[in-house]
């Protein structure tokens, strides 16, 4: 059972075609255009929240640089919760930052993923995102 365990002689094809997958230079393509489909969302979606972020200074981005979301960081007093829910309700997923904070209960924000939407409904969705929570600042 122990040489069972450490050698899992079931997946050695497994193994061997993902070595070759690696050393054939797949992986590290499919790894460049991932990164740069991802860079792209980002892009747009960032680009179609500029019109909030202009007009409310308030509100800002953080968490950009990394990962498949952002944060969209709101000020104080904002039921982000409730922002979040209004936006569900049209049809978008957006998440409370105060959902994430244990100790802190000053953080309002809406964390918003980016990675799984297609590239072709990001700005459209970006500018509905912004419209709702512009409404929600004024």
Do not use: W
């Not at 892009?43 to 308030?58: I, M, V, W």
């Amino acid at each position: 059972q122990a040489h069972y365990d450490i050698n899992r002689p079931g997946q050695m094809p497994l193994q061997g075609a993902l070595a070759e997958f690696i050393e054939m230079g797949h992986f590290s393509s499919a790894l460049r255009k991932a990164r740069h489909g991802y860079a792209e969302r980002r892009q747009l979606l960032l680009a179609s929240l500029r019109p909030l972020l202009d007009a409310h200074r308030e509100a800002f981005i953080s968490g950009a640089e990394q990962g498949l979301h952002l944060c969209l960081r709101l000020p104080p007093g904002t039921d982000d919760r409730a922002l979040a829910q209004r936006i569900g309700q049209q049809g978008l997923t957006v998440r409370p930052l105060s959902a994430y904070c244990l100790q802190r209960q000053d953080l309002r924000g809406l964390v918003i993923g980016y990675g799984y939407a297609p590239l072709a409904e990001i700005a459209r969705c970006g500018r509905l995102l912004a419209e709702t929570v512009a409404r929600s600042l004024d």
